[in-house]
């Protein structure tokens, strides 16, 4: 079965979903008093910004973006590809203000609040984002990209996990959504 480029988007979506989850537990728990290990926290910002960001904003915007920006597009699409990188960009603000945060945790300073903040935020702010791609933004996509050119995206995007994120990380991050799903939900 051949694989269409938004179906790999919309998998990596459910990975992306759980570590939405998993972040929002560990906000809870800050919440709470619980002290959270911070190698997770280390773990989820580097999941965060290399296959959220590098890996899967990267395919979006390299990709899948230019290609839906080709063709006679109505000013719908376009508007919606600027929408879709604002709220990129966005996410990676509370990207930074959560790395900003955790050098704090680990330093003791009373942290935990900001940091269980900015998680939220994001995680409110990615579940929106997400939502907004499969079920409109993908769909749409679908309609107007031809089997060809779906196969042609794929293989576009094997070729950016490879160069962004390297060899075999993809599924090290899918471990590790695997140990943090065990520890936190």
């Known amino acids: 079965k051949m694989m269409m480029a938004t179906q790999n988007l919309m998998d990596e979506h459910e990975g992306i979903k759980l570590m939405l989850a998993i972040m929002e537990s560990i906000s809870k728990k800050m919440k709470s008093g619980r002290n959270v290990e911070s190698v997770h ?16 904003h990267g395919k979006e915007e390299d990709v899948l973006f230019p290609e839906m920006l080709e063709g006679k597009q109505g000013e719908s699409v376009r508007k919606a590809v600027r929408i879709l990188k604002t709220e990129h960009s966005a996410g990676r603000k509370y990207v930074r203000k959560i790395a ?3 050098s704090g945790y680990k330093k003791g300073y009373e942290k935990s609040i900001e940091i269980t903040e900015n998680m939220i935020s994001y995680v409110f702010h990615m579940r929106k984002h997400i939502e907004i791609e499969n079920n409109f933004f993908f769909p749409i ?3 107007m990209l031809n ?16 160069e962004k994120i390297g060899e075999g990380r993809h599924e090290e991050f899918h471990r590790l959504l695997r140990t943090l799903k065990k520890i936190y939900l």
Do not use: A, P, R, Y
């Open 41 to 56: 926290l280390e773990s989820i910002l580097e999941f965060l910004k290399v296959f959220v960001d590098k890996c899967h």
């Open 100 to 102: 900003e945060t955790l």
């Open 141 to 143: 996509s679908d309609l």
């Open 147 to 162: 089997g060809n050119t779906q196969k042609k995206l794929f293989v576009k995007f094997e070729k950016i996990e490879i």
